[in-house]
């Protein structure tokens, strides 16, 4: 059995470019989806988040419409009540990585306010790159990598192909002209190998040990790709 560490946002608000708070955090389907397919595997997972904090999750995606009707719905917030360990995390800044066999990050615009500018997270994804650990991230969660900053100011994640929520995504979402910064802009401009596909279609790419997805529907591929290499 292996230990799978997820990686939450603490966040429960993306702030605009205007100044507004935008209710966020965790996107459901990112941590139920992918929780489902490690637990069903027989792995065990623990949460972390900055601080501990209990994560938010983000009421729009619990809603009907972008969970396939209410059926997709009901089934993801019953995902979500099973998933206990989302309300007993860890601090982040407690993780000790020899302790886990896998490193995963959900989005969620939550990651865009927090873990962007997180340094412990930074360091954890630094340090789980450079171990050959599976390290899969997802859709918003890619944020998170901005953070991943050497002293000599060399993202750890320049020349990796990678993938991520695309602006094309974030306009037909709505929200790209009220951002301060988009994903793909900022992933791109840190000298990622920025791979996009049709937006809201899964889209998983694999890099050495990383393992990224564009969307909340590559969520359950990356997670069966993540199983694959922890054997």
């Not at 139920?32 to 997972?45: D, K, L, R, S, W």
């Not at 938010?56 to 009707?69: E, F, H, I, K, Y």
Request: charged residues 20%.
């Amino acid at each position: 059995m292996a230990k799978i560490l997820f990686v939450v946002t603490g966040a429960d608000h993306w702030t605009l470019a205007d100044g507004t708070a935008h209710p966020t955090g965790f996107w459901a389907e990112e941590a139920v989806a992918p929780y489902q397919v490690f637990t069903g595997a027989g792995h065990e997972v623990v949460v972390a988040t900055p601080g501990g904090v209990v994560p938010t999750v983000d009421r729009g995606s619990l809603a009907p419409d972008v969970n396939g009707g209410q059926e997709g719905a009901d089934k993801v917030a019953a995902g979500l009540e099973a998933f206990e360990e989302l309300r007993r995390p860890l601090a982040l800044e407690d993780v000790d990585l020899d302790a886990y066999d896998a490193v995963f990050y959900p989005g969620g615009h939550g990651p865009m306010e927090d873990l962007a500018v997180d340094p412990v997270s930074g360091r954890l994804l630094t340090e789980t790159l450079a171990s050959g650990k599976p390290l899969g991230v997802v859709c918003h969660a890619p944020a998170a990598l901005l953070a991943a900053t050497g002293p000599d100011g060399t993202n750890a994640f320049a020349g990796y192909r990678l993938t991520g929520f695309t602006n094309a995504e974030e306009t037909q979402a709505g929200l790209a002209d009220k951002a301060k910064w988009l994903l793909q802009d900022r992933l791109v401009a840190l000298g990622a190998d920025f791979q996009e596909g049709e937006p809201w279609a899964p889209f998983v790419i694999t890099d050495r040990n990383l393992v990224t997805g564009q969307n909340p529907a590559s969520s359950t591929p990356l997670a069966e790709e993540l199983l694959k290499r922890i054997g």
